[in-house]
């Protein structure tokens, strides 16, 4: 079973950059799609993008041209950044990875990363 | 985008209750459905995928069902630890998307 742990500050700005790490506990990262996932206290859950282990990206359209991501197979680990930050970015953050079956992969998330809680405030 | 619409958004119910959530997609998504329990403070958990294939370890009193735009999620005999918000997800059509989640409570 891989475990997958968030890392990050907590308190972040308005108008600054969000980064956040993900650390995969094996070396899967290799080969598999990792997602981003947010959620706003007491609300439900908003998909945020992905990344494979070549780099390549999809984003969510309603995050689109503030969000990237990035993988680096070698530390195991991939990455969020979200720049121009509001108090709507204000959420719990969790990472997982892309369900694949037999070599493909479909966009179900198992398991998850317990998830980090970040405030967007002054 | 495909709007996931779960019914009820809560329901009361006791251990040993059988107690059937619904999600329905704005269009059909043939059976890319799945569906997590979510305790507070918790990530959410993967239950069912391909809208009715129970993740392995998860109890056989969880059951998925549905098909195109209609799905069910049944949790027979329930358990004290089955007492969570449950979310459905699409995964036909990008992006992704979760319904607004339906908190199962202690009656």
């Known amino acids: 079973q891989v475990y997958l742990q968030e890392s990050g500050p907590r308190l972040v700005k308005p108008s600054e950059t969000l980064s956040l790490t993900c650390t995969v506990s094996?070396?899967?990262?290799?080969?598999?799609?990792w997602t981003w996932i947010r959620q706003p206290a007491g609300k439900g859950l908003e998909w945020v993008g992905r990344?494979?282990?070549?780099?390549?990206?999809n984003f969510n359209p309603s995050l689109e041209g503030r969000v990237a991501m990035s993988i680096d197979t070698s530390r195991n680990q991939f990455s969020l950044q979200l720049t121009s930050l509001t108090a709507a970015d204000t959420a719990v953050y969790f990472c997982?990875?892309?369900?694949?079956?037999?070599?493909?992969?479909?966009?179900?998330?198992?398991?998850w990363g317990q998830g980090i809680p970040v405030t967007v405030s002054s | 985008d495909i709007q996931m619409t779960q019914s009820p958004s809560s329901v009361s119910a006791s251990v040993g209750d059988r107690v059937t959530i619904t999600c329905r997609a704005s269009?059909?998504?043939?059976?890319?459905l799945a569906w997590y329990q979510q305790k507070p403070g918790e990530a959410p958990k993967l239950l069912i995928y391909?809208?009715?294939t129970l993740r392995s370890g998860v109890p056989s009193r969880f059951s998925g069902s549905g098909s195109g735009a209609d799905f069910t999620l049944t949790i027979n005999s329930l358990q004290p630890e089955d007492f969570a918000t449950y979310f459905c997800?699409?995964?036909?059509?990008?992006?992704?998307?979760f319904g607004q989640g339906t908190k199962l409570e202690i009656k």
């Open positions: 997982a990875k892309v369900k694949c079956i037999g070599g493909s992969c479909y966009d179900w998330f198992d398991p």
């Open positions: 094996d070396g899967s990262i290799n080969s598999f799609y």
């Open positions: 391909a809208a009715s």
């Open positions: 269009q059909g998504i043939n059976k890319f």
């Open positions: 990344v494979f282990a070549s780099g390549s990206t």
């Open positions: 997800q699409q995964a036909k059509s990008f992006p992704p998307s």
